[in-house]
Nanobody, 127 residues
C-alpha cells in the first residue's frame, strides 16, 4: 500500500525555518513524482513544490520561490521540503502526495494529478 507520511510541522516565528519530511512506504520512491501541497483555513488546496521521479526537474509556486527547496533521498525513501524565511501567509496544513511516473521529468503542482496522499502536517507561522 502506497502511504506517504508527513512530519516536521510546528509553530515558528516569521523569518524562521522548518524542514518537512515525507516518508514513504510500500513502494520504490525512485519511481514516483512527489508533490507538496498546502491548504490554509478557508482556502483551496494549492501546489507548493514538486520533484520528478528522475530528480532532474523541480518546480515551485511563485509565492515560495527562493525560500523553499525540495529534495529527495531515495535510499531513505524520504522527500524533504526545506522552508526558510517563513511568513504568516505560509500557515497551512502541508500535504505530501505522489504518483507513479518512473523515469519521467513530470512534476505536477496540480493536486488532481496525484494518486496517493498523506494526512498532512500543520505549519503555523506566528509571533
Amino acid at each position: 500500500q502506497v502511504q506517504p507520511v508527513e512530519s516536521g510541522g510546528g509553530l515558528v516565528q516569521p523569518g524562521g525555518s522548518l524542514r518537512l519530511s515525507c516518508a514513504t512506504s510500500g513502494f520504490t520512491l525512485g519511481y514516483y513524482a512527489i508533490g507538496w501541497f498546502r491548504q490554509a483555513p478557508g482556502k483551496e488546496r494549492e501546489g507548493v513544490s514538486c520533484i520528478s521521479s528522475s530528480d532532474r526537474n523541480t518546480d515551485y509556486a511563485d509565492s515560495v520561490k527562493g525560500r523553499f527547496t525540495i529534495s529527495r533521498d531515495n535510499a531513505k525513501n524520504t522527500v524533504y521540503l526545506q522552508m526558510n524565511n517563513l511568513k504568516p501567509e505560509d500557515t497551512a496544513v502541508y500535504y505530501c502526495a505522489t504518483r507513479y511516473s518512473a523515469g519521467s521529468m513530470w512534476c505536477p503542482l496540480d493536486s488532481s494529478a496525484m494518486n496517493y496522499w498523506g494526512k498532512g502536517t500543520l505549519v503555523t507561522v506566528s509571533s
